[in-house]
């Protein structure tokens, strides 16, 4: 079994920076990929940004530029860091794994809140 704990979420001004974290606690054998996925209240969640097991990355087009994900394999913790930061970016981030031990596994966190002022 998996537990993903999100923090770093914070209220900061448009223009500031934040560093997201995710603890992976439990087995990670089989690990695939963990993505940062944030949803807004009437918005369907949507990934953010995602890192593969052979550190490949994703971003989506509304971040790019101004996020990097990262992992620590010592720490077993996910990182977003997210730059120049913008009102549209306030939502409720999600860390998300999925794990191949011959079937798929998915595992969510709880979730941090990031509001962006204006």
């Known amino acids: 079994q998996v537990q993903l704990v999100e923090s770093g979420g914070d209220l900061v001004q448009a223009g500031g920076s934040l ?4 603890a992976a606690s439990g087995s990670t054998a089989g690990f695939d990929t963990m993505g940062w996925y944030r949803q807004t209240p009437g918005k369907q969640r949507e990934l953010v940004a995602s890192i593969t097991s ?24 996910m990182y977003l860091q997210m730059d120049n930061l ?32 204006s």
């Open 86 to 117: 913008k009102p549209e970016d306030t939502a409720v981030y999600y860390c998300h794994m999925r794990i191949l031990r011959g079937s798929v596994f998915t595992f969510w966190g709880q979730g941090t809140q990031v509001t962006v002022s």
């Open 19 to 22: 560093r997201l974290s995710c």
């Open 54 to 77: 052979g550190d490949t990355t994703n971003y989506a087009d509304s971040v790019k530029g101004r996020a990097t994900i990262s992992r620590d394999n010592a720490k077993k913790t």
